[in-house]
């Protein structure tokens, strides 16, 4: 049996376990707003809940953004299926997506906010979890696949 775009699957589903299982473990581990720290002062496990997007923004949409994840999800799933053989780039850079917005818009449904708990205090980041890890890991997959797509000077049409 074939799959197609099978990396985009792969990815998707692992993202999507790793998010759902790390998440269910610091719900079970964690009291809200408890931190652990890991490297003190630089990478805490901090629980938190977010009814926003990431950092916050549209804090409070989530009717909003929970409908946009499955959106986002379905548009993904469609492209794999139904669409061409993506390069490897790109599959890995949906999938990775799909898995983050699957993963995050389960909560939204489930929970109606999103469990995030990696604290990154060195830089004063946002606590974040896999599922925005990877959104991010997605986006820049797609950028490389994009400047790979970019046709060097010696094939350019003039």
């Known amino acids: 049996m074939y799959l197609k775009n099978r ?6 589903l ?15 581990t964690f009291k809200l707003g408890q931190t652990q720290p890991l490297l003190p002062g630089v990478f805490h496990l901090t629980y938190v809940t977010n009814t926003g997007a990431a950092f916050s923004l549209l804090a409070g949409k989530v009717e909003w ?10 548009g993904l799933i469609a492209l794999a299926s139904f669409g061409p ?3 490897r ?5 949906y999938g990775f997506i799909l898995g983050g917005a699957i993963g995050n818009g389960i909560d939204r449904f489930i929970l109606g906010k999103v469990v995030d ?4 205090r060195l830089i004063n980041f946002a606590v974040f979890n896999f599922a925005d890890a990877f959104i991010n890991i997605g986006i820049v997959c797609l950028l490389i696949s994009t400047f790979q797509k970019t046709p060097n000077s010696r094939h350019r049409l003039r």
């Open 89 to 93: 780039w790109d599959q890995l850079g």
């Open 85 to 87: 053989v993506l390069s």
């Open 7 to 12: 990396l985009f699957w792969i990815g998707s």
């Open 65 to 74: 953004l929970k409908w946009m994840s499955l959106a986002v999800s379905l």
């Open 14 to 28: 692992i993202v999507f376990f790793l998010d759902q299982l790390t998440k269910y473990w610091v719900v079970q």
């Open 117 to 120: 708990f990696l604290d990154f």
